[in-house]
């Protein structure tokens, strides 16, 4: 069974900084893309942040510059450190990622999701 625990979030001012973590764990033969994701009350999930298994990596305008995302491959950790951080970057935020487990003759790859973590921009 596969799990993604985030961490993290919390309260930070406005200009302030965080990093959040996603940690993968089970019978994981591969991780592909991994990304964060965030939603904010009353809106839609967003991407925030994804990285491909080489390192490549995109953001939405709203947060480049700002945000920067990258990944631990021997740790099957996902990073997103976050700097300038704005009241609007107050939500939820999801680690994401493709994983391929493996058990003996048999693999499967899906889509799973981390349980999220708060961050919360205020003064």
């Known amino acids: 069974q596969v799990q993604l625990v985030e961490s993290g979030g919390g309260l930070v001012q406005p200009g302030g900084s965080l990093r959040l973590s996603c940690a993968a764990s089970g019978r994981i033969s591969r991780i592909a893309y991994m990304g964060w994701y965030r939603q904010a009350p009353g809106k839609q999930r967003e991407l925030v942040a994804g990285?491909?298994?080489?390192?490549?990596?995109t953001y939405p305008d709203s947060v480049k510059g700002r945000f920067t995302i990258s990944r631990d491959n021997a740790k099957k950790t996902v990073y997103l450190q976050m700097e300038s951080l704005k009241p609007e970057d107050t939500a939820v935020y999801y680690c994401n990622a493709e994983i391929t487990v493996t058990s003996g003759s048999y693999s499967e790859t899906g889509d799973y999701w981390g349980q999220g973590t708060r961050v919360t921009v205020s003064s």
């Open positions: 990285i491909t298994s080489i390192g490549t990596s």
